[in-house]
């Protein structure tokens, strides 16, 4: 046969898009207090405990406690996402990428609500009637990397300490906790657990995902975990109560032709948050080491 042949070999293409692997939207959202709101800032009013006095007299003044009062400020930020896609192409392909353009762009902004929230929890706190003090995150709250041993991950007995730390701040223990990991962290979870630890079957099921709780949590997986500036993965131990999530505006979607690009469809996305740790005793850092 002619050495030419090759110039009449068939390129065939499938007409299915297929969307390349990615955390598809938010697995953070519903772990948090969650507020709609208008305006640039969002307040959260606050009151601290106080304390019952005894009676030691017969027909004395009544009691004055002066309650403590707090308040933390979220900033919104706002989000879009846009792409074109042109309608010269659509006549060069067999598949119509509107609808995979539309959820690929819900997932990026899913993403961005979990980074939103995962960033709050370590951040800087603001704080006060105008929200001008700031409130650093303390290390008290912070459960180092070589806790229980040399620098290791994240083992059983940080997640006791992470407990620990929550309980002894007096935070009620029934309220939803979450422990958010990337894949790295399941896998010490599981490999740092030995095989005769009355732990161990219920860690097995963790990790495989026949269970979703454990000591107290809930672990949503996500790859979106803060490195800090020693190499080191910030895990967070919160409540729910412990993280505000404000939204502005929820996530809005347009697909319309735009006549300023040649009516080409125009896959658009936009929304308006923020969010903010509310005490810090209801959020814990786990120091882990990265891969």
Not at 221 to 227: A, F, P
Not at 230 to 246: E, H, Q, T
Request: charged share 20%; aromatic share 10%; net charge negative.
């Amino acid at each position: 046969m002619s050495f030419q042949i090759t110039t009449a070999f068939v390129q065939q293409y499938t007409d299915n898009v297929q969307l390349l692997v990615q955390q598809k939207g938010s697995r953070l959202r519903g772990t948090t207090m969650e507020e709609s709101v208008n305006g640039k800032n969002y307040f959260f009013d606050q009151i601290g405990s106080t304390s019952a006095r005894q009676v030691t007299e017969r027909h004395g003044d009544s009691p004055l406690m002066n309650t403590p009062h707090a308040r933390r400020m979220v900033t919104m930020s706002d989000y879009d996402w846009g792409d074109l896609i042109d309608k010269f192409d659509r006549v060069r392909t067999l598949a119509d990428f509107t609808s995979p353009y539309v959820q690929n762009a819900g997932f990026a902004m899913g993403r961005a609500i979990d980074t939103v929230i995962l960033t709050s929890l370590f951040a800087t706190a603001y704080v006060g009637e105008t929200g001008t003090t700031t409130v650093a995150f303390p290390g008290s709250s912070v459960i180092p990397v070589n806790f229980g041993g040399a620098n290791i991950g994240l083992t059983v007995e940080k997640l006791r300490e992470a407990r620990r730390l929550l309980k002894a701040g007096n935070v009620d223990m029934t309220d939803p906790f979450t422990v958010p990991l990337n894949a790295k962290r399941s896998d010490d979870l599981l490999g740092t657990t030995q095989v005769t630890s009355a732990d161990y079957n219920s860690v097995k099921a963790l990790v495989q995902g026949e269970i979703d709780t454990f000591v107290g949590f809930k672990f949503p997986h996500t790859e979106l975990i803060q490195v800090d500036s020693n190499g080191y993965d910030r895990i967070p131990a919160y409540a729910k109560s412990g993280v505000a999530l404000a939204v502005g505006m929820e996530v809005t979607s347009r697909v319309t032709e735009r006549s300023d690009k040649r009516f080409s469809t125009y896959v658009y996305y936009c929304m308006s948050l923020g969010a903010t740790r509310m005490e810090e005793e209801k959020v814990i850092e786990i120091k882990c080491t990265t891969p």
